[in-house]
């Protein structure tokens, strides 16, 4: 498993909440363009469809969920990342997406979602709307 790690300054649970809003994820991911979900903020075996860049409609499901820490999903029943929050003070935090060594060129995808997840977290703090 690859792990692709950016320290944040900002508390654990604000950039969970940016992880698990289903909304914000065409914000944050830059492989999803849109998600049909059961729920707004995601749960454990939530089961939904994402849109990818390239048109098509996926089936996803929520494989592991540890509130406030870990999620991990298949997509197209292939497992896919996992996505993790550490506390390192009250507040800064290390974002954590690992990735199956088998889709290692899905790193770089992952290094780009981290840095836009700050700034999305970033927005919400100040109040303000995510830039798309």
């Known amino acids: 498993m690859l792990r692709i790690t950016r320290t944040l300054e ?3 649970d604000e950039v969970w909440n940016v992880l698990i809003d289903t909304e914000a994820w065409p ?3 830059p492989s999803v363009t849109a998600v049909r979900a059961p729920n707004r903020y995601l749960r454990g ?3 939904g469809h994402i849109r990818t860049v390239l048109g098509a409609w996926l089936p996803f499901e929520v494989s592991e969920f540890d ?3 870990y999620w991990r999903w ?4 292939i497992p896919a990342t996992g996505h993790r929050v550490e506390e390192l003070t009250e507040a800064q935090c ?4 690992e990735v199956p060594v088998l889709a290692a060129p899905y790193a770089a995808v992952c ?4 840095r836009r997840i700050e700034r999305v977290t970033s927005a919400r703090a100040r109040g303000a709307a995510p830039l798309p």
């Open 27 to 29: 914000a944050w991911g």
């Open 94 to 97: 290390r974002l954590v997406f």
């Open 67 to 69: 509130r406030g820490h």
């Open 74 to 77: 298949r997509v197209a029943g």
């Open 10 to 12: 900002y508390p654990a």
């Open 111 to 114: 290094a780009l979602a981290t």
């Open 45 to 47: 075996g939530d089961r």
